[in-house]
């Protein structure tokens, strides 16, 4: 029997793929998304999935805007997807092509095709396929991550409907009962991933303030000094 990666196998891999620190900022957003990344790898009902991948993608790149150096940022999220195990040019790859996918839909159009995905426009057998699996499976596993990609999905198509709880609620009414999703789950997923997303918005301003006024001060600093030294 296979020996079952432990948290803190996956935090070592992770260091591996990645050797710089983590700015301390960012550090908590990391550990947790790694720690839920592990938890759902090693879950035996759990199977990686087009709106999985979505949700993966956008939590990092949503809760990782304004991470300095910017160039780590990629190294990161890709020993975050090595780290247990998977292949980040496919997170990115099925998130992105099925973002481009639903591109012109209707939020509805879309509920609809998820009922029932057939290959369309040229979209990857493999995505139509495993979100096909999604309603044929009986043991489904629902996770943060996806609910968040749902999410996301909906409010790129109608981000009025994704703020409207009872039209969001009537709309994936169809798809949540297939897959017999947890729906105030996910609704309180998706409530504390808009917080914490207005969390980060607001730190991120508190921080730019701090530096203009950082650099306001120093720049005042240095006229001081060149007076008193042209005296």
């Known amino acids: 029997m296979d020996k079952i990666r432990t948290v803190s196998d996956t935090r070592r891999a992770f260091y591996h793929y990645h050797t710089r620190p983590i700015n301390s900022i960012y550090r908590q957003v990391v550990q947790e998304l790694m720690v839920e990344m592990h938890l759902l790898s090693v879950h035996v009902n759990f199977k990686q999935d ?18 300095k150096p910017e160039e780590d940022k990629s190294s990161i999220f890709n020993a975050l997807c090595k780290a247990v195990e998977a292949n980040p040019d496919d997170y990115r790859y099925q ?29 990857d057998e493999n995505i139509v396929n495993s979100l096909k699996s999604i309603t044929e499976r009986e043991d489904f596993k629902y996770s943060r991550l996806f609910g968040i990609g ?28 297939k897959l017999k999703l947890p729906v105030e789950k996910l609704k309180k997923d998706v409530d504390l991933y808009r917080s914490n ?23 005042n600093m240095e006229k001081t000094e060149q007076k008193e030294e042209a005296n």
Do not use: H
């Not at 087009?50 to 991470?67: K, L």
């Not at 998130?95 to 369309?120: C, H, M, Q, R, Y």
């Open 50 to 67: 087009p709106i999985y991948c979505v949700g993966v993608s956008e939590s990092f790149d949503q809760f990782m805007t304004g991470y």
């Open 95 to 123: 998130s992105e092509t099925f973002l481009n996918f639903i591109e012109g839909k209707s939020a509805e159009d879309l509920i609809n095709w998820l009922l029932n995905p057939v290959s369309e426009n040229g979209l």
């Open 197 to 219: 997303l207005d969390k980060i918005n607001q730190m991120l301003i508190v921080i730019a303030e701090t530096i203009e006024a950082s650099k306001k001060k120093r720049i």
């Open 150 to 177: 749902f999410y996301t999905i909906i409010n790129k198509l109608d981000s009025e409907i994704a703020k409207d709880e009872e039209k969001l609620a009537k709309l994936i009414a169809p798809y949540a009962e």
